[in-house]
């Protein structure tokens, strides 16, 4: 796995509160867990975000509106 050194700023509280209650040697892979768990997050709302406007944008597409009305009638005829 290959690691990168960085220097963070946190708040004074979050840190002592951080290094009370997580081990000396537990501290660098807690951070990456959070932030790996963090990323995820992010990109699912992203995406989440991406779809919603794409489906906005399509639903104010009167071509594909008029498309899925002239398939609608499909829809209700009988295949038997």
């Keep these: ?5 960085v220097n963070l700023t946190l708040e004074k509280a979050v840190w002592q509160t951080f290094n009370r209650l997580v081990p ?5 892979k807690m951070v990456n867990e959070l932030l790996k768990r ?3 997050n992010i990109k699912k ?3 989440r975000q991406a779809f ?13 509106l ?4 002239e398939w609608a009638t499909l829809d209700l005829e009988e295949w038997g």
């Design 52 to 64: 919603a406007t794409a489906f906005k944008e399509a639903s104010r597409d009167k071509n594909r």
């Design 66 to 69: 008029a498309e899925i009305q």
């Design 38 to 40: 963090e990323i995820e």
């Design 1 to 5: 796995m290959d690691q990168v050194r």
């Design 45 to 47: 709302r992203k995406e």
């Design 24 to 28: 000396q040697r537990m501290k660098s």
